[in-house]
């Protein structure tokens, strides 16, 4: 147990349809990332927060949103689901605000849009 | 537009000799550089890292050379066992952001 916590670990969806990821950051851990690994793909950064702020964004699509609530806690919202949207998603959480150093990542979600 | 390449998606290796995982990058200005482990149905874990003032940081059996002026890093396992057998990924930091390559697939033969 890495300490971060993912659920669902799977999830079978329609397109069209919207979903809700989970993510509890290991205790003690302020900064939240949010990756996508498709198949053969390496892992895609989408979006970072930083105690409740958001702090850096990659190649995460307008359909897509998150947040950090206060109790540091996260969720990813994918919503028009389409069938490439299928794919791994990893949460990481670090106790630093920058750099890769002390990254913690969960287990991942599968995302399989049908 | 990768910043981060792993050319070899696989490699293939006897147990107790090297393996030696390769990656390059294009932005001069990442300034840590990592080394994640990934088996399946699991998510990735940190193995060992390199700041960019470094060419080499060495933890047990793996070490990671940098070489800046050729924008390349390589992971050296020696040596390899079946256990290490997982996908390995690059990874850069330019402060905000992170950048993984796409992996590297190790499998030690026994």
């Known amino acids: 147990d890495s300490g971060v916590t993912q659920t669902p670990k799977h999830l079978i969806t329609a397109t069209g349809q919207r979903v809700t990821l989970r993510c509890s950051p290991r205790s003690g851990d302020l900064s939240v990332y949010w990756y996508q690994q498709s198949l053969d793909q390496g892992l895609q950064f989408l979006i970072q927060y930083y105690n409740g702020e958001e702090r850096a964004k990659g190649n995460i699509l307008e359909r897509f949103s998150a947040q950090q609530f206060p109790d540091l806690h996260s969720e990813l919202n994918l919503s028009s689901l389409e069938l490439g949207d299928s794919a791994l998603y990893f949460c990481?959480?670090?106790?630093?605000?920058?750099?890769?150093?002390?990254?913690?990542f969960g287990s991942g979600t599968r995302l399989t849009v049908v | 537009d990768q910043q981060v390449k792993q050319n070899s998606p696989s490699l293939s290796v006897q147990e107790g000799r090297i393996s030696i995982l390769n990656c390059d990058y294009t932005n001069s200005m990442f300034d840590y550089f990592l080394w994640y482990k990934k088996y399946p149905a699991e998510g990735p874990t940190f193995l060992i890292s390199i700041s960019s003032i470094k060419d080499k940081n060495e933890d047990g059996r793996f070490t990671v050379f940098l070489n800046k002026s050729a924008k390349h890093l390589s992971l050296h396992i020696v040596p390899s066992q079946p256990g290490d057998s997982a996908v390995y990924f690059c990874a850069a930091s330019d402060h905000d952001k992170v950048i993984f390559g796409p992996g590297t697939s190790l499998s030690v033969i026994p």
């Open positions: 990481a959480s670090s106790p630093y605000g920058m750099g890769a150093y002390g990254y913690t």
